[in-house]
């Protein structure tokens, strides 16, 4: 029999930061940019540490990226955040030893890629190269109490007018008088 005054409560094991956070990035290749202005969900190759995007015509839009993001990653298991950490943002320009290797980094994790994507990326997109830094805004055991809300914007993306007949109804009530 243990005295019931002696039970302490032991403390959470401790977690590998870089290593929950490189299992998260190559295990899913979405997350979320968070800066001041906006949040946009992205796709994302991941490559020596760093997070890669890219943007531009025929692409993710995003607007221009400052010099420090938030990265917000979910667990490819539950769907759930993950980590919230901040980067580093910085564009690598067409002409550095590294865009190649970033653009086959991407180019791999491309869905519906076309033929002439990477030569299209370096004419007018962007690749940008995000450096994780720091400790977690965000980890298990320390989460937001209340999530982070953005308020949804109307977009090309929106469906603005009468919904498709599939979605909520203009045949539901036929099934129900002929049920």
């Known amino acids: 029999m243990t005295d019931p005054a002696s039970t302490v409560e032991a403390e959470p094991a401790p977690i590998n930061i870089s290593a929950l956070l490189g299992e998260a990035l190559s295990k899913s290749d979405m997350c979320w940019i968070r800066t001041p202005e906006f949040t946009r969900l992205v796709w994302h190759a991941y490559d020596r540490d760093a997070i890669l995007l890219v943007t531009g015509p025929g692409e993710q839009q995003i607007p221009p990226l400052p ?10 298991d ?3 955040r993950l980590l919230t950490v901040e980067a580093k943002a910085v564009v690598l320009p067409p002409e550095h030893e590294m865009w190649p290797v970033a653009a086959a980094a991407l180019a791999a994790e491309r869905l519906n ?10 004419e007018t997109g962007n690749i940008y190269v995000l450096h994780p830094f720091g400790m977690p ?6 989460y ?9 914007v109307a977009s090309r993306e ?11 109804g203009r045949f539901a009530g036929r099934a ?3 049920g």
């Open 78 to 80: 539950a769907g759930t």
């Open 144 to 152: 937001a109490v209340e999530p982070p809300t953005t308020p949804l």
């Open 158 to 168: 929106t469906t603005g007018g009468r919904l498709p007949a599939h979605v909520g």
């Open 176 to 178: 129900r008088r002929r």
């Open 137 to 142: 805004i965000e980890r298990p055991g320390a």
């Open 67 to 76: 010099e420090n993001v938030e990265v917000v990653l979910r667990s490819k």
């Open 113 to 122: 890629a076309t033929d002439d994507q990477v030569a299209r990326w370096r």
